[in-house]
């Protein structure tokens, strides 16, 4: 009974320890799960799939990159709030110079982008049905990645050191 | 929270400097959910009871941009009585302790600023082999519970790419090392 008692109490402190208290973020970006994400492409790169009928092998995994998350962010608040979407900026600035202006330690790699989607299942599905945004999570040059989410704008971003 | 505990010799005076090294493995809400901590702390333990310190650490992959440095105020009270609970003792050995840990989380990773760590526990040392004074090794067993707080705040291209503040609680296990005390 008193091991029981004990264990009770091993459980209720871990279950206390794992408990979130808050994240709060006043920013235009929205708050992803960059686990739930980066699982998601290093689960497709670890397995191999196919792109739209080319057979694309298994492929390294991919680390999250802080720097890559601000230049993808900038680029989804960028294209809501000036209402375009492209991979090059209003003020002309594409994906590399987005990367480069950041303090990436790498070179910028490839940029997915897309619209209208509202969470992370849905939009990964579209690009992994989508054979070129497929193939840039399968390329395997790249090391890092990032996702920046403004509204349903979503940027994919990857670099490689 | 497990605690390794390693000492040689018992204070013999009412005043006396102790050092505490210790390892902690940090179990959190936060990606990535494992982080680890290298602190040492060390301060005035008086009359076999109290400890009045300040300890610093390096602790790495909390969720809050990598790598911090924690520093805080470590006070602790051991429960050296005639009487204890599970075993004879004259001093904090076979004895519990608790802590109290209030501090600042030093962070300059973007986008976090430095912020703010409290933490208590209460601990129990194990004494199990004694040859003469000598003790080698005791453990620690018991819960220590942290409370962090940061902010975070950056900009890029002209927005605001971050901007609020983080809290969470977590779990720490801990390993250990007790140096000599210095009598004073």
Same mark, same amino acid.
């Given at each position: 009974?008193? !091991? ?5 109490? !091993? ?9 979130? !208290?808050?994240?709060?973020? #006043?920013?235009?970006?929205? !708050? ?9 492409? #290093? ?30 962010? $900038?680029h989804s608040i960028d294209m809501k709030v000036q ?16 990367? #480069? ?5 790498? $070179?910028?790699?490839?940029? #997915?982008i897309a619209v209208g989607y509202t969470n992370e ?8 049905? $989508? ?31 | ?11 013999? +005076? ?43 650490? &390096?602790?790495? /992959? ?31 050995? /076979? ?11 030093? /962070?300059?990773?973007?986008? &976090? ?10 601990? &129990? ?48 296990? +801990?390993?250990?090392?007790?140096? /000599?005390?210095?009598?004073?």
């Amino acid at each position: 009974m008193k !091991i029981r008692y004990k264990l009770h109490f !091993i459980i209720v402190i871990f279950s206390i320890a794992s408990c979130e !208290i808050s994240l709060k973020d #006043n920013s235009m970006a929205e !708050i992803i799960s960059q686990k739930k994400l980066l699982d998601m492409v #290093n689960d497709l790169r670890t397995k191999g799939c196919d792109c739209g009928g080319t057979v694309m092998p298994p492929v390294k995994k991919l680390d999250w990159d802080y720097q890559l998350e601000r230049a993808a962010t $900038s680029h989804s608040i960028d294209m809501k709030v000036q209402g375009y979407f492209s991979h090059v900026s209003i003020d002309g600035a594409s994906f590399a110079d987005r990367i #480069n202006g950041t303090e990436y330690k790498g $070179s910028p790699g490839g940029e #997915n982008i897309a619209v209208g989607y509202t969470n992370e299942d849905a939009v990964f599905n579209g690009w992994r049905n $989508s054979p070129g945004h497929c193939m840039n999570m399968m390329n395997g040059g790249y090391t890092d990645i990032a996702v920046g989410r403004s509204g349903d704008y979503w940027t994919m971003d990857f670099g490689k050191k | 929270m497990l605690w390794g505990y390693f000492n040689i010799s018992a204070q013999t +005076k009412s005043l006396a400097l102790k050092f505490i090294p210790q390892m902690s493995l940090k179990i959190g809400s936060q990606t990535p959910h494992l982080g680890g901590q290298f602190d040492i702390a060390g301060g005035i333990f008086i009359q076999n009871k109290y400890l009045a310190g300040i300890g610093v650490g &390096y602790s790495t /992959n909390m969720g809050m941009g990598g790598k911090a440095f924690p520093l805080y105020a470590d006070t602790r009270f051991y429960f050296s009585t005639d009487k204890n609970i599970l075993f004879a003792s004259h001093d904090e050995s /076979n004895n519990f302790f608790s802590e109290v840990q209030i501090g600042i989380l030093i /962070n300059q990773n973007k986008p &976090y600023k430095t912020g703010f760590i409290a933490a208590c526990g209460i601990a &129990y040392r194990f004494d199990f082999l004694k040859i003469n004074k000598f003790r080698i090794p005791a453990f620690y067993l018991g819960p220590n519970i942290e409370y962090n707080s940061i902010k975070f705040k950056d900009e890029y291209r002209g927005y605001t790419i971050k901007d609020g503040q983080l809290k969470h609680i977590m779990l720490n296990i +801990k390993l250990a090392f007790d140096i /000599n005390p210095i009598n004073l």
